[in-house]
């Protein structure tokens, strides 16, 4: 007889007083947490499947409901942790690697939290954004290092292809097959809308979205899963993956539950088959192989788009983006270790990379100390929460920010971290069309819209309240920006002083 030797991370909470036993929960709950019994004419539950999602708890009419962490505990230890031993007996059991969603939950420092923004006073007088104009707009490519005249004086037009964006966020890959259509359909509708741009991730770009082509990213992964002329010519810009924060080093994996035929028509793969990116691109093993993708794919769109390059924030990242730099991207995109994912080891996406904040103030230094800042501009990703971490990362030296899961969580996500399962209730980190239809495009574009217009306004608010009406005049100015609580090491990777001085 085996042993269930772990107790349910949650505890469903009713209230039978105000139960009714309608059974919303139970036609609401994919992981078939909610029951009825005929026998005792009440909803039940099974404990071990909650995932903490709230669809139940948000649904159930009577308020009935709610979800508490347990408090069953093992006996106190700290080094043997509740979460440690539960993990070895869930492997006992399994013989299998630990998977997890969504991103780092680990209470490593949060950098973001530790940096202050200066203000101006009266010397240096704040700008009201509501009186006076503010421009968030920016311009992503490579930038020349001087302006070039013909003979006669006019202006030589040498500007390399460049992304026009009316505010300084994109929203970051996110594969078809990862996420649902609707979700995609948020995402591309929202970009279109705000004047920027989302990434369609390693997963192909679905027919029915070419229509948004000018505000779309392809991307180009190891995997090369949906990539063809057709795709690459769809797009603004074409990104290369390398590699992402939530797994440095590693592929990708979609299983193949989740490949359903359009996914298996979008991606170019068999309806059913797990979708594995290897971790590598078999092509690339060196700056100089990069460099050749890069420009064999400037060579197939006729060097009308950006070519971006991504990577994970590992320890040696500047001396990886000057690489980039000098291969000829014109973007390079880093993701820091708090990057969410639909999927990744448990043990990669909690020990390995490095924090965004460290990464973008390296990188940065380092492309400006070797005189090629203007060869590239840095896009960042990996936890960018609200309105002050984008800043806080424009004031670092970022040209603008990517964000996925605060994309995510605008569109209904309960970070219940259950994606790799297809069995997400909000319908967005699934395939099953009872579940992707929870998702309506129009009401999660418009929620996607409102998320960016109010970081843009909050974003206006500060840079107003800095005394500065550009976000031009914000890239890389540190002397901004003050540390709380760091050390001299940190400030000095952040290149930045510690508050008071």
Known sequence: MAINFIYPQYEVVRNYDRCISCRVCERQCANEVHFYSPESQKMLVDESKCVCCHRCVSLCPTRALKIVKTDHTFK??????????SEIYLQAETGGVLLSSMGNPEPFPVYWDKILIN????????IDPLREPMETKTFLGKKPGRIERSADGVVVPN????????????????????ISYNAHASLARAAAALGTYYNTGEGGLHEDFYQYGPHTIVQVASGRFGVHKNYLNAGAAIEIKMGQGAKPGIGGHLPGLKVDPDISKTRMIPEGADAISPAPHHDIYSIEDLRQLVFSLKEATSYQKPIMVKIAAVHNVAAIASGIARSGADILC????????????????????????????????RLRDEGIRGQVSVVVGGSIRNSADLLKAVALGADACYIATSALLALGCHLCRSCQSGKCNWGIATQRPELVKRLNPDDGSQRLINLVAA?????KEMMGGMGINSIEALRGNRLMLRGLGLTEKELAILGIKHAGE
Not at 76 to 85: F, P, S, V
């Open 76 to 85: 106190e230890n700290a080094n043997w942790t509740g979460k440690t031993i």
């Open 119 to 126: 203000a101006s006073q009266v010397t240096n007088p704040s």
């Open 159 to 178: 500007l390399s292809p460049q992304l026009e964006l009316d505010v300084p966020i994109m929203f970051s890959a996110m594969s078809y097959g990862s």
């Open 334 to 365: 880093i993701d820091g270790y708090r990057g969410g994912t639909g999927a990744a080891p448990t043990r990669i996406r909690d020990n390995v990379g490095i924090p965004i904040e460290l990464a973008l103030a390296a990188v940065d230094q």
């Open 455 to 459: 970081w843009d306004h909050e974003l």
